[in-house]
């Protein structure tokens, strides 16, 4: 059974015909018929030949090319930072979709040379980067610029949290100093 425009539709409810429509956001088309992917209300243009599901509960968000995102270093490799996404800026609240795991290439993390990339990061930090692929799994993200970075980091002998101090950050407990690639709000905000 075909749907009208503005009937209450759930997933594989069939909308019409690939004659008919482009499948557009909420929509797939499947053996020359077109369905609804979600629960919502069915919009079908007849005159541009597009049919859209406005969806009536709120799915999880996926990163998109340009979203920041808040993560924790899991691991650090030779060349790359392994981390965990925990909150995307936009839909902060949400877990995602997709797998939490991303990287940080060593090339992605600031705009000067770096050779060691764990100067920069170290496990248990929490970084804003940006989301610069996600062709790839994990998806890959950057630090490249004055806003991205370490944004709260532990002291690798008492996890103290460090406090920043010309360029370095330093343990108020134990005297420790430390090397990291900050953000330039660094203990100061999340987004």
Do not use: W
Not at 80 to 97: D, G, Q, T
């Amino acid at each position: 059974m075909t749907r009208k425009n503005g009937d209450f539709v759930l997933p594989g409810d069939i909308l019409g015909v690939s004659e008919e429509f482009i499948p557009g956001y909420g929509v797939y088309e499947e053996k020359g018929k077109v369905y609804s992917s979600i629960t919502g209300i069915a919009n079908l243009d007849f005159e541009r030949k597009r049919a859209f599901v406005e969806p009536l509960t709120d799915t999880p968000p996926i990163p998109k090319l340009g979203d920041i995102v808040i993560c924790e270093v899991t691991g650090i490799k030779e060349k790359m930072a392994m981390v965990e996404i925990i909150a995307l800026k936009k839909n902060p609240r949400r877990a995602l979709a997709v797998s939490p795991m991303a990287r940080i290439y060593i090339s992605q993390t600031s705009r000067k040379y770096v050779t060691d990339i764990s100067h920069e990061f170290k496990e248990g930090d929490l970084v804003r980067a940006k989301v610069v692929n996600v062709k790839k799994t994990p998806i890959e993200l950057s630090t490249v610029g004055e806003n991205f970075g370490v944004i709260r980091a532990y002291c690798s002998k008492c996890k103290t949290p460090l406090e920043k101090k010309n360029n370095k950050l330093e343990c108020p407990r134990c005297g420790n100093v430390e090397l990291r690639k900050t953000a330039s709000d660094y203990r100061k905000g999340v987004f």
